[in-house]
């Protein structure tokens, strides 16, 4: 792999996925510059989910390459491509809703450590974990809620908490598919200043529809519509496009 190509943690060629004769995804060429949030957008039903889950080895590609850090991982599995160090969020909450807070950033910290899967152990070991699980709920403002059950929190901050773990596990490339659904207005400023953060020394791949988000994170955008890259970009570039708006509303500036 020659310099120009390890500027680039993830690549995929050709990308497509097939469903009894329907392209969800078709022909889907994609660079992810190291060190950068890059977002894939387009309108409802664009592909962009199967993208992720493709992407992650959730699902197994009918055509096309995808390369992470210059090594193959199509046909690997989601826990072996984690382990690699690209780790991802889900569009759907999922935290461990009888663990508080606190343990549940434990877990996802646990996951480095040599208790790794040692669930049967003494939960006081993991006590060392306290101060950086603390650091990170303080990052988001979650602090208030440590010692509280993770299925007592309201829908936006089981999202907020859903994000530090991912977080917690510091992979190389984090996905995030929709970080800001579900949240109130004034949690949606603190999760980009985290996202802004622990993006420094690593890359961010992000499903969003929050334009403003987009706008204001992203150095690159790539547009999905019906399944295919439509434009590809900086957000000013791709947001006067005319074939990204048609897409979008029909005519109204994206």
Same mark, same amino acid.
């Given at each position: 792999m020659n310099k120009n190509e390890d500027d680039y943690i993830l690549?995929?060629?050709? $990308?497509?996925?097939?469903? /009894?004769?329907? *392209? @969800?995804?078709?022909?889907?060429?994609?660079?992810v510059r190291?060190?950068?949030?890059?977002?894939?957008?387009?309108p409802n039903g664009a592909g962009k989910t199967t993208c992720f889950n493709l992407l992650t080895t959730?699902?197994?590609?009918?055509?096309?390459?995808?390369?992470?850090?210059?090594?193959h991982i199509e046909k690997s599995d989601p826990a072996s491509v984690a382990d690699s160090g690209l780790v991802?969020?889900?569009?759907?909450?999922?935290?461990?809703?009888?663990?508080?807070?606190?343990?549940?950033?434990?877990?996802? $910290?646990?996951?480095?450590? /040599?208790?790794? *899967? @040692?669930?049967?152990?003494?939960?006081?070991?993991l006590h060392v974990l306290d101060d950086r699980a603390r650091e990170l709920l303080d990052m988001v403002g979650l602090t208030r809620w440590a010692d509280a059950p993770a299925g007592d929190l309201s829908y936006g901050r089981k999202r907020v908490l859903e994000l530090v773990t991912t977080i917690a596990l510091e992979p190389e490339l984090?996905?995030?598919?929709?970080?800001?659904?579900?949240?109130?207005?004034?949690?949606?400023e603190p999760v980009m200043q985290m996202i802004q953060r622990v993006a420094k020394g690593r890359t961010v791949l992000m499903v969003e529809h929050?334009?403003?988000?987009?706008?204001?994170?992203?150095?690159?955008?790539?547009v999905l519509q019906s399944g295919q890259v439509l434009a590809e970009g900086t957000y000013a570039q791709v947001s006067t496009d005319p074939r990204v708006?048609?897409?979008y509303v029909g005519g109204a500036h994206v």
């Open positions: 690549q995929a060629k050709g $990308l497509s996925k097939q469903f /009894r004769g329907f *392209y @969800a995804v078709k022909g889907v060429d994609l660079r190291r060190h950068t949030i890059h977002a894939l957008i387009g959730f699902l197994k590609p009918t055509e096309g390459t995808i390369v992470f850090n210059g090594r991802r969020s889900f569009q759907i909450s999922a935290v461990f809703s009888q663990m508080t807070v606190l343990e549940n950033v434990r877990v996802a $910290l646990q996951r480095k450590t /040599r208790w790794n *899967y @040692a669930f049967w152990r003494n939960q006081n070991v984090i996905l995030l598919d929709e970080p800001m659904a579900g949240l109130g207005h004034e949690d949606i929050n334009m403003k988000v987009i706008a204001e994170l992203c150095d690159q955008v790539t708006i048609e897409a």
